[in-house]
Each structure stands twice: as C-alpha cells, then as structure tokens.
C-alpha cells in the first residue's frame, strides 16, 4: 500500500476489544474499528 492511499483520522478510542481491535469516534461522529499494528503489538505500545 502507497502512502496515497492512506487516510488519516483523529478521534478517541471508546471501545478496546481482544486481539488489539477497537472502535474509534471519529470528530465527525463517525464510529471506525481498528487495529494495531503488529510492532505496536510487539513492542507493547498503548494507544
């Protein structure tokens, strides 16, 4: 994936599931699920 096809959001974690998944409130309400990254996982980042 090229950096041109990256979209970048601000918002606020409001849900942490298991497996490093988690829902995102975006500042335009909208409500995105993520996950981390695999260094972020390794490297026992928090978010």
Do not use: F
């Amino acid at each position: 994936m090229s950096r041109d096809d990256l979209i970048q959001l601000e918002g606020v974690v409001t849900k942490a599931m298991g497996g490093g998944m988690m829902e995102i409130q975006c500042e335009n309400e909208l409500i995105i699920r993520g996950v981390l990254s695999g260094r972020m996982k390794k490297h026992r980042i928090r978010v």
